[in-house]
């Protein structure tokens, strides 16, 4: 339950939207202008007018965490702190753009000024039509869809006192394959969420292998099992740009399938057994997207996906029984993938 609590919290952590990181040093503050006020942005390159009075300088930086930092929301939020001070113009000092691992954000330094003969209200295309340029003028992409495939190993391990035949049967059954998808709407520069799915599949088989039986004898025989993991999960993902590159990290929580066919030959007696049962899956990881276009970009991606059954329905076609295992006996499915494959980006910028 712990466990469960510690992920939902981390979960809505990654989820949860905070804006620039405010940082202000107003020497002289006037009377705060009303939200209406006309704000006269000047750039880099451009000076500020004659008779303007500096009130004080703003930072818009980020928090590590912002989600609501474009270029277009640091404009609102820089008029939004001059009016508060009293200002009318927002001089813009220094503006260094999302860059690699170090932000996500647009962050702004800016000097607030104020001039009398500056009046009248914001113009109807300044202020209240952010939004929709919000829309027209995201500097990020906005989905991404990606499949996948490559190599996994499962963690759990060979009961004590097995054979080293058995533990290299186990071994060999433990690696295997899988096969994926995944789709994410980004709902800032840095954070995304969606869903997750996955299928692994791995296959062994070991001969002359002693059989114990529950009414306490024993056979020599044959043993091959076909085992298959099912993942479908919730899933949140912090991206990190740098060039055209990206690094990711990822958290999901969702259903973990587990389902083993088993067939033991005995002399010319065959017997065909199935195995089934589900539990949480808990999975983490982190991945590298390279650029092919604009829109395309190869993806190399590590998970670890954690999952412990601790009952399953076994059948043999015809009679089936639900056994429940005791503290000690629970079955680790959990698993590494090492994935390889092709993520397309929806709603690039141009």
């Given at each position: ?150 190599w996994s190993n499962r963690v759990g391990k060979a009961p004590q006192g097995s054979s080293t035949a058995y533990k290299n049967y186990i071994r060999e059954l433990k690696s295997g394959g899988h096969y994926g998808a995944d789709f994410h709407y980004f709902l800032s520069p840095v954070y995304g ?145 090492l994935s390889i494959g092709l993520k397309y980006y929806f709603g690039v910028p141009k």
């Amino acid at each position: 339950m712990n466990k469960l609590l510690l992920s939902m919290l981390f979960l809505a952590f990654l989820t949860a939207s905070c804006s620039h990181k405010v940082t202000t040093s107003i020497t002289k503050r006037q009377t705060s202008l009303s939200p209406t006020a006309k704000v006269m942005i000047i750039n880099l390159d451009e000076s500020v007018p004659d008779g303007a009075i500096l009130l004080g300088k703003v930072k818009l930086g980020d928090s590590g965490f912002s989600m609501k930092c474009t270029w277009y929301e640091a404009i609102a939020k820089a008029k939004i702190e001059a009016r508060m001070a009293g200002g009318n113009i927002v001089k813009i000092t220094k503006h260094k753009r999302p860059n690699g691992f170090t932000s996500a954000c647009h962050r702004v330094w800016i000097d607030i000024y104020n001039l009398e003969s500056l009046e009248g209200d914001e113009e109807e295309d300044s202020e209240y039509r952010l939004m929709p340029k919000l829309v027209a003028g995201i500097d990020y992409p906005k989905a991404r869809i990606g499949l996948k495939g490559g190599w996994s190993n499962r963690v759990g391990k060979a009961p004590q006192g097995s054979s080293t035949a058995y533990k290299n049967y186990i071994r060999e059954l433990k690696s295997g394959g899988h096969y994926g998808a995944d789709f994410h709407y980004f709902l800032s520069p840095v954070y995304g969420v969606g869903g997750v799915y996955s299928s692994y599949f791995s296959k062994a088989g070991i001969e002359n292998f002693t059989i114990d039986l529950a009414d306490g004898s024993s056979f020599i025989g044959d043993i091959e099992e076909d085992v298959t993991l099912n993942y479908i999960g919730a899933s949140a993902v912090a991206r990190y740009p740098f060039g055209k590159n990206a690094f990711y990290l990822n958290f999901s929580l969702g259903y973990l399938g587990y389902q083993n066919k088993q067939l033991f030959s005995i002399g010319q007696q065959e017997l065909s057994l199935k195995l089934k049962g589900a539990t949480m899956g808990t999975q983490f990881g982190a991945g590298v997207d390279f650029g092919l276009t604009k829109s395309l970009a190869l993806g190399l991606q590590f998970n670890y996906l954690a999952g412990i059954l601790q009952t399953y329905t076994i059948s043999d076609g015809q009679n089936s029984e639900t056994i429940k295992l005791k503290e000690g006996e629970y079955e680790n499915i959990g698993r590494i993938d090492l994935s390889i494959g092709l993520k397309y980006y929806f709603g690039v910028p141009k």
